[in-house]
T-cell receptor, first 112, second 113 residues
Framework: GEDVEQSLFLSVREGDSSVINCTYTDSSSTYLYWYKQEPGAGLQLLTYIFSNMDMKQDQRLTVLLNKKDKHLSLRIADTQTGDSAIYFCAEDGSSNTGKLIFGQGTTLQVKP | NAGVTQTPKFRILKIGQSMTLQCTQDMNHNYMYWYRQDPGMGLKLIYYSVGAGITDKGEVPNGYNVSRSTTEDFPLRLELAAPSQTSVYFC????????????FGAGTRLSVL
């Protein structure tokens, strides 16, 4: 079945780069996504990548996709304390109804 | 710019009680979704709708019901609440089937005691 796995916790120092990793099982996914959740808030879409791409850059964010290994990563350059949050990886599987399968989330802690 | 609005924000229920979680969106989106988020876990899809009058089950539908009589509203009904339904519930909507356009509400935190 469809499954998305992430490491649970990452701690970095302010100014360093953060890399959050994700593995997924459904190779028929069309898009893969990164969402951010701040405490007490809903999810906010950070970025997404089409499955036929292997990299996407958006300001401080870089997404890398390795389809062969079904591995997705999110790199945040010059990490700031405001980046502290939970980051969710998600895939849309083989559905065309927008149903998303989420990982369990990676808590990013940024130390000053 | 209201977006997706969920009410209430917090609720405590006793075992066996029923309630309806409200979700409304003002973006004329066809697609709407209900997710639950358990502590330390990702979101699980409960029900979804691809348009008014059309609903379908997600991954964890047991104990819930939905209806979609209008484009704007997608209420989630809990019948006979159980402690296992203690969770944070998120409603989302999108104009397109890709998750790139899903907008999330702020959530409803529900405790069943």
């Amino acid at each position: 079945g469809e499954d998305v796995e992430q490491s649970l916790f990452l701690s970095v120092r302010e100014g360093d780069s953060s890399v959050i990793n994700c593995t997924y099982t459904d190779s028929s996914s069309t898009y893969l996504y990164w969402y951010k959740q701040e405490p007490g808030a809903g999810l906010q879409l950070l970025t997404y990548i089409f499955s036929n791409m292997d990299m996407k850059q958006d300001q401080r964010l870089t997404v890398l996709l390795n389809k062969k290994d079904k591995h997705l990563s999110l790199r945040i350059a010059d990490t700031q304390t405001g980046d502290s949050a939970i980051y969710f990886c998600a895939e849309d599987g083989s559905s065309n109804t927008g149903k998303l399968i989420f990982g369990q989330g990676t808590t990013l802690q940024v130390k000053p | 710019n209201a977006g997706v609005t969920q009410t209430p924000k917090f609720r405590i229920l006793k075992i066996g009680q029923s309630m309806t979680l409200q979700c409304t969106q003002d973006m004329n989106h066809n697609y709407m979704y209900w997710y639950r988020q358990d502590p330390g876990m990702g979101l699980k899809l409960i029900y979804y709708s691809v348009g008014a009058g059309i609903t379908d089950k997600g991954e964890v539908p047991n104990g819930y019901n939905v209806s979609r009589s209008t484009t704007e509203d997608f209420p989630l009904r809990l019948e006979l609440a159980a402690p296992s339904q203690t969770s944070v519930y998120f409603c989302a909507s999108s104009s397109d089937w890709t998750g790139a356009y899903q907008y999330f509400g702020a959530g409803t935190r529900l405790s069943v005691l």
